[in-house]
């Protein structure tokens, strides 16, 4: 996975993007933020602009999320499984605020979305807060605490990014041994990669 610990993304505060309640909502256009959009591409055109973009990023010296173009394409590709982050945030937000109580005594709610649910803590410094997001699927897709967010990769955004990974590193080795690409597929065996996924940040 791409700039990922564990299956989440770091904590990140995000300023002028709206608020909810008084809460930041994240930057939905951020190269690391994922929410459902589909657009119409095909896995074969897909993986035609993933060779492409390889063996671009190789010519350049770049790899992987070094590269402004796979990131843009990662987030692309990644967004066509990706549940619907930004409806379950800001309609989990919503109801965090209606539901929100200036008292001092922690309160704990679970609401239930039209995309998920959202578990919403309020600890009993009575300062700081916590949020859960979740999909239809139960899975976790973001927590907001300490002023920050973090997002979580879903199953099916993890294995979207690995099968992007593998026919990137796939193209780019192909690219590093000097094999051209022919008529958008390269030559080459997955087996012969040498080094796995880069998963530093």
């Known amino acids: 996975m791409v ?25 939905f256009n951020d190269k690391y933020v994922f929410s459902r959009k589909k657009s119409g591409i095909s896995d074969k055109e897909y993986r035609k602009q993933i060779m492409e973009q390889a063996y671009m990023d190789f010519e350049k010296g770049t790899f992987q999320n070094k590269s402004e173009g796979f990131n843009r394409l990662m ?15 800001t309609s989990g937000l919503k109801a965090v605020s209606r539901n929100r109580q200036n008292v001092l005594k922690p309160i704990d709610f679970v609401a239930t979305l039209l995309e998920g649910k959202v578990k919403y803590q309020k600890l009993p410094s009575g ?6 997001f979740y999909d239809k699927n139960g899975e976790m897709v973001a927590t907001y605490s300490n002023n920050g967010w973090t997002m979580y990769t879903t199953n099916a955004e993890a294995a ?10 796939e193209a780019w080795g192909n690219a590093k ?10 030559s080459g065996n997955v087996d012969d990669l040498q080094g796995g996924f880069d998963a530093k940040a």
């Open 127 to 132: 300062n700081s807060e916590y949020i859960e």
């Open 75 to 89: 987030k692309s590709y990644t967004s066509e499984v990706s549940p619907d982050r930004k409806g379950i945030i």
């Open 3 to 27: 700039n990922s610990v564990g299956g989440s993304l770091q904590n990140r505060c995000f300023l002028g993007t709206g608020s909810i309640g008084g809460i930041h909502l994240p930057d």
């Open 160 to 169: 979207r990014q690995t099968e992007m990974c593998t026919i990137y590193n």
């Open 177 to 186: 041994r000097g094999i051209p690409m022919a008529g958008g597929e390269s």
